[in-house]
């Protein structure tokens, strides 16, 4: 189902839709500490863009308008370093959209140096979207709940933010994830119940050594380095990414040099190794590098790939005077 399809590294499977998923894809996100479900974007070049040309830019699939949270306020003159950060931290104005199944993005707009604006564009699942909302001042009934969806998820967003409101945090942040899915879960059955089909099945991430691949040509992949996760991840993390991608090795390996910032311009060096066993294909077998379906390998979804780059080997020898 759309509305459970995000997967980003792992840590929050099923809190958010295929559209959250397709902005994990496009973009590098560092996880924010103690903000479960929460990414920064690492991005240089969408730090220039607003929110509204940031949706255009990458053709955003949107449930609502872009709302203004929290207009900028006033800047007062410096009074030491570290105060003066303090205060302005709740003076950047702070812009939301919700995306069509479920997340959002959120972005933070800072004054930079000469009077231009820096945008720190923020992804977040939907139980990520709707703590922050909280947090900003947003109640589960303002408006800031109502303008962010169409009128069928509007009902379903609000409910979120109420049942999260009457958690106190610490306990908020790590009790989220699981709650969003659930509730979304459970509407999704009672809305299938109603109209007569049959209930969805829960999120879960299918191992089955038999599943034949989906109806769609991309597999859903974890991505790991062949030495560990990178040391930007949280220790929970067992893997680097989870990926939507093409099965085949160019775009396996294009997608993994990307996503764990690897030094390899040539593509034919990157070696992907299952870390554990998927379908016919064994713990430690190698994939092909043939431009073929990986399916047909015997390849599966929610396999783990150990993503190494082989030595380039030494340059050729150059012949002498003597050898010509």
């Known amino acids: 189902m759309s509305r459970f399809a995000f997967a980003g590294d792992g840590a929050y499977p099923g809190d958010g839709g295929r559209e959250l998923q397709r902005l994990w894809m496009l973009g590098t996100w560092r996880p924010l ?32 308008h872009v709302v203004t949270c929290r207009e900028a306020g006033p800047r007062k003159a410096e009074e030491g370093r570290l105060a003066h950060r303090e205060r302005l931290a709740g003076h950047d104005e702070v812009q939301c959209v919700r995306l069509r199944g479920g997340g959002g993005l959120l972005t933070y707009s800072k004054e ?7 945008h720190v564009h923020t992804l977040n699942t939907e139980s990520g ?24 998820a509007a009902h379903l967003f609000s409910s979120l933010c109420r049942l999260l409101e009457r958690v106190e945090e610490p306990a908020r942040t790590r009790a989220a994830p699981p709650l969003a899915t659930a509730l979304r879960l459970a509407a999704a059955r009672v809305g299938a119940h109603s109209a007569g089909c049959p209930a969805p099945a829960a999120p ?49 390996s294009e997608v993994a040099v ?18 554990k066993g998927s379908g016919a294909l064994a713990a430690g077998a190698v994939l ?22 082989a030595d380039a080997g030494p340059p050729p020898r150059r012949q002498s005077h003597s050898e010509k």
């Open 33 to 64: 500490k103690q903000c479960d479900g929460r990414y920064v974007s690492r991005n240089v070049e969408w730090s220039a863009l607003a929110l509204r040309e940031l949706c255009e830019s990458v053709g955003v699939t949107a449930a609502g």
């Open 112 to 118: 930079a140096d000469g009077g231009v604006a820096r």
């Open 129 to 152: 979207l709707a703590r922050k909302l909280l947090a900003l001042g947003g109640g589960a009934d303002g408006r800031l709940v109502r303008a962010l969806s169409d009128a069928r």
């Open 204 to 252: 879960a991430p299918d191992t089955s050594a038999a599943a034949a691949p989906a109806a769609a040509p991309l597999l859903r992949l974890s991505l790991v380095g062949a030495h560990g996760v990178l040391p930007s991840k949280c220790r929970k993390c067992d893997v680097d990414t989870v990926v939507l991608v093409a099965p085949t090795h160019a775009a396996i």
């Open 258 to 275: 990307r996503k764990l910032r690897l030094k390899c311009k040539e593509r034919g060096r990157v070696l992907l190794t299952l870390k």
């Open 288 to 309: 092909p590098r043939e431009e073929a379906d990986l399916h047909a390998w015997g390849l599966r979804n929610d396999a783990v790939v150990a993503v190494s780059v």
